[in-house]
């Protein structure tokens, strides 16, 4: 433990000082460095492992990180032909994941004025290089694609050899990308400070396969708090140390992040800016398993002690925090749109006199309402040139998730698809009793709620409903 720590303190203090030295050159450098992809058209939701469907629970694309701060900034609006994208450096390295699907998905480095392609034009012969001349040809860590065995849980597989074997085969992966990066670095074929960080990555990784969380002097390695594997290594640190337990649910079970926020918060083992991403990360999923007043307490504890401002900001943005008073209020229905401007049923009511209403209450997370989008976006195409308003309400309490989901609907143009801003507390949710969705409503043209349970869009009395208000 002691040689490892040395190894490892020598680490950090390495790149402090780099870094010092390089400060007054850094002034005179691009402050930017540029990545181009070409055909990066990443599988969006699902794909098919062997007889088992697994989710990639990751749809930020392109990620771009400077390790020493704790939010990434994302890209995923690309072409899927030629994409360039301009990196501003917050730091003198950056690094990119590009994340194509579960099974590849691979981290680049950058300095200030390198230029980066990578072509996916053929998966299993992905090109990756520099277009700069002053690379060196362990600069870049190629892609392994990863077997597919290793992401399937281990109460479905049928073959257990297979997945032992698998996971050897993944540890032998990683043995011998550690001894290559450790051989290139002797002789002088990698440039050293991207050796530094990936060898850090490297220790968290195996310290983590290794269930190796008794030594506290890791939890104050602040400088590196953006690396991937240094979050998971305090997140699952602190699972251990806490003993937070899963809580059983209708939907399956999750952490008890209330209990996970509460430990960290009274604990002073953590490094100012670990312990901010800790209970950041925490609030972050409470939302999908706690009470509203759970998050918000605890929100307000935060937000009084957290040093990275970076991180308020961000969970205040998302969960639209700043319209706290307008989610107590009972008598008034309030929506934002994608700006986040307030509109109410009440003006949306009046503008549209004399047109019909077909209201759609849908969420992002909500599958059976997705699957009926194309009906209704065919149904409104029927209708466009007819007295009629779609207006999409979304209960996400997500404003990010509403955002991609709107986005991928084809909504985002759409000036009547909106966000709830007081769903459930609101009178009008009571009164409808709108627990589930999709639910759907209609009004006639005096503005009046005639069906509080309308057809459904893919429905052929829908038509006879609309037809029959248009008339009145």
């Given at each position: 433990?002691?040689?490892?720590?040395?190894?490892?303190?020598?680490?950090?203090?390495?790149?402090?000082?780099?870094?010092?030295?390089?400060?007054?050159?850094?002034?005179?450098?691009p402050?930017?460095?540029?990545?181009?992809?070409?055909n990066f058209?990443p599988?969006r939701?699902?794909?098919?492992?062997?007889?088992?469907?697994?989710?990639?629970?990751?749809?930020n694309?392109v990620?771009?990180?400077?390790?020493?701060?704790?939010?990434?900034?994302?890209?995923?609006?690309?072409?899927?032909?030629?994409?360039?994208?301009?990196?501003?450096?917050?730091?003198?390295?950056?690094?990119v994941?590009?994340?194509?699907?579960?099974?590849i998905?691979n981290?680049?480095?950058?300095?200030?004025?390198?230029?980066i392609?990578?072509?996916?034009?053929n998966?299993?012969?992905?090109?990756?290089?520099?277009?700069?001349?002053?690379?060196?040809?362990?600069?870049?860590?190629k892609t392994?694609?990863?077997?597919?065995i290793?992401?399937?849980p281990?109460?479905?597989?049928?073959?257990?050899a297979?997945?032992?074997?698998?996971?050897?085969?993944?540890?032998?992966?990683?043995?011998?990308a550690?001894?290559?990066?450790?051989?290139?670095?002797?002789?002088?074929?990698?440039?050293?400070?991207?050796?530094?960080?990936?060898?850090?990555?490297?220790?968290?990784?195996?310290k983590?396969?290794s269930?190796?969380?008794?030594?506290?002097?890791?939890?104050?390695?602040?400088?590196?708090?953006?690396?991937?594997?240094?979050?998971?290594?305090?997140?699952?640190?602190?699972?251990?140390?806490f003993?937070?337990?899963?809580i059983?649910?209708?939907?399956g079970?999750?952490?008890?992040?209330?209990?996970a926020?509460?430990?960290?918060?009274?604990?002073?083992?953590?490094?100012?800016?670990?312990?901010?991403?800790?209970?950041?990360?925490?609030?972050?999923?409470?939302?999908?398993?706690?009470?509203y007043n759970?998050f918000?307490?605890?929100?307000?504890?935060?937000?009084?002690?957290?040093?990275d401002?970076?991180?308020?900001?961000?969970?205040?943005?998302?969960?639209?925090?700043?319209?706290t008073?307008?989610?107590?209020?009972?008598?008034?229905?309030?929506?934002?749109?994608?700006?986040k401007?307030?509109?109410?049923?009440?003006?949306?009511?009046?503008?549209?006199?004399?047109?019909?209403?077909?209201?759609?209450?849908?969420?992002s997370?909500?599958?059976p309402?997705?699957?009926?989008?194309?009906?209704?976006?065919?149904?409104?195409?029927?209708?466009?040139?007819?007295?009629?308003?779609?207006?999409?309400?979304?209960?996400?309490?997500?404003?990010?998730?509403?955002?991609?989901?709107?986005r991928?609907?084809?909504l985002s143009?759409?000036?009547?698809?909106?966000?709830?801003?007081?769903?459930?507390?609101?009178?009008f949710?009571?009164?409808?009793?709108?627990?589930?969705?999709?639910?759907?409503?209609?009004?006639?043209k005096?503005?009046n709620?005639?069906?509080k349970?309308?057809?459904?869009?893919?429905?052929?009395?829908?038509?006879q409903?609309l037809?029959?208000?248009?008339?009145?």
């Open positions: 433990m002691n040689n490892l720590f040395s190894f490892f303190f020598i680490l950090f203090i390495f790149i402090s000082c780099a870094e010092n030295k390089r400060e007054i050159k850094e002034n005179t450098r402050l930017y460095s540029v990545l181009i992809l070409n058209s599988e939701e699902t794909e098919v492992l062997e007889k088992h469907i697994y989710a990639l629970n990751k749809p694309f990620e771009i990180i400077d390790y020493k701060n704790s939010l990434a900034n994302y890209k995923n609006n690309l072409s899927g032909k030629v994409d360039t994208i301009r990196i501003k450096h917050t730091n003198n390295i950056m690094l994941n590009l994340n194509f699907s579960a099974l998905q981290t680049y480095y950058l300095k200030r004025g390198d230029t392609v990578v072509d996916y034009t998966l299993e012969d992905i090109k990756e290089y520099y277009k700069n001349s002053n690379t060196l040809v362990g600069d870049i860590q392994n694609i990863k077997d597919s290793l992401f399937i281990d109460f479905m597989i049928e073959n257990v297979l997945k032992i074997k698998a996971i050897k085969k993944d540890s032998l992966n990683y043995i011998l550690a001894e290559r990066l450790d051989s290139l670095y002797r002789n002088n074929l990698i440039f050293e400070p991207f050796y530094k960080i990936i060898k850090i990555k490297f220790l968290y990784s195996q983590i396969k269930n190796d969380f008794d030594d506290n002097i890791f939890l104050k390695n602040d400088s590196i708090i953006g690396l991937e594997e240094y979050q998971s290594y305090i997140v699952n640190q602190a699972f251990k140390k003993n937070i337990t899963n059983k649910s209708n939907n079970s999750f952490p008890n992040y209330k209990t926020f509460d430990s960290v918060y009274q604990s002073d083992i953590y490094g100012e800016k670990a312990k901010d991403y800790l209970l950041f990360y925490y609030l972050d999923r409470m939302t999908e398993s706690f009470s759970d918000r307490d605890r929100f307000n504890n935060f937000k009084q002690t957290a040093k401002t970076t991180l308020v900001a961000f969970l205040e943005d998302k969960y639209l925090l700043n319209f008073d307008l989610k107590k209020e009972t008598q008034e229905i309030y929506f934002i749109n994608s700006q401007q307030k509109q109410t049923l009440s003006q949306i009511l009046e503008e549209n006199k004399g047109k019909v209403i077909y209201i759609d209450f849908w969420a997370w909500c599958a309402c997705r699957a009926l989008m194309p009906a209704s976006r065919e149904l409104h195409k029927q209708y466009k040139d007819k007295d009629v308003v779609f207006l999409y309400l979304s209960i996400d309490n997500d404003f990010e998730k509403w955002q991609k989901a709107n991928d609907e084809g143009q759409n000036r009547f698809s909106l966000l709830t801003v007081n769903y459930p507390n609101a009178d949710y009571k009164e409808l009793n709108l627990r589930s969705i999709p639910r759907y409503l209609l009004y006639d005096q503005g709620l005639v069906h349970n309308a057809p459904s869009p893919d429905s052929d009395i829908i038509k409903e037809d029959k208000l248009l008339k009145n």
